[in-house]
């Protein structure tokens, strides 16, 4: 079974604080996406990578930047973090473009203090 | 990019067949319609997708319109254990793949 592990199920953080969430998936896929989910806001996406040091910004990639230095891990950085960067985040991976689907990880539940 | 529309919330028995309707009216030709779905205090799971066919597995099926501005996805017999979020959404081949999702239809299922 292909397997999305996120580094924390939940974490507190201060504000001002560099943030560090990892993902890492044991399937050699392409494609890694970064969201983030609020109630009533769905599922936001804010970086994929479908491809080692390539990266997309999503619809919502202010405050975030990515690093995908090896192919099985995706890693989202929050620089300074702020409190509306609580949320639920959720990392996925999937083989390749369009016609493959997306494994999901159980999520990082990050509280902003 | 395209967008999806779903109804916010659906209500069914358990045991009936369930038609959850997506309209993408600005879909492009080489966008996968794919479907997930999310119980409570999980990530997102694959249910189905497809391009032009409609498309059967274990879980359900999809029905696709001949223009591909409209999808459905049929649940042929609802279980308490369906009670999810579903998630409508375009793969944009094109983008590498790009998932964007919407706000999903909130299925519940009645004894």
């Known amino acids: 079974d292909v397997k999305v592990t996120q580094s924390s199920r939940y974490l507190v953080k201060r504000t001002g604080e560099k943030v560090f969430l990892e993902c890492v998936q044991d399937m050699d896929h392409e494609n890694m996406f970064w969201y983030r989910q609020d109630p009533g806001l769905g599922l936001r996406l804010i970086y994929f990578?479908?491809?080692?040091?390539?990266?997309e910004k999503g619809d919502i990639p202010e405050g975030y930047s990515v690093s995908r230095e090896k192919k099985e891990r995706f890693s989202l950085i929050l620089e300074s973090a702020s409190t509306n960067q609580t949320s639920m985040y959720l990392c996925?991976?999937?083989?390749?473009?369009?016609?493959?689907?997306?494994?999901f990880g159980q999520g990082t539940r990050l509280t902003v203090v | 990019d395209a967008k999806t529309t779903q109804p916010n919330s659906m209500e069914s028995n358990e045991e009936e067949p369930v038609h959850l309707p997506c309209n993408h009216s600005t879909i492009s030709g080489t966008d996968y319609i794919h479907w997930y779905r999310q119980l409570p205090s999980q990530g997102p799971e694959y249910v189905i997708h497809g391009l032009t066919s409609n498309v059967n597995n274990r879980m359900a099926s999809l029905a696709i319109a001949e223009d591909r501005k409209s999808s459905t996805l049929i649940l042929h017999r609802a279980t308490l254990r369906d009670a999810a979020v579903y998630y409508c959404i375009l793969n944009f081949y094109n983008q590498g793949g790009k998932l964007i999702f919407g706000q999903g239809t909130e299925l519940s299922v009645k004894p």
């Open positions: 990578s479908y491809d080692v040091k390539m990266k």
């Open positions: 996925a991976s999937s083989l390749d473009r369009g016609y493959t689907e997306a494994f």
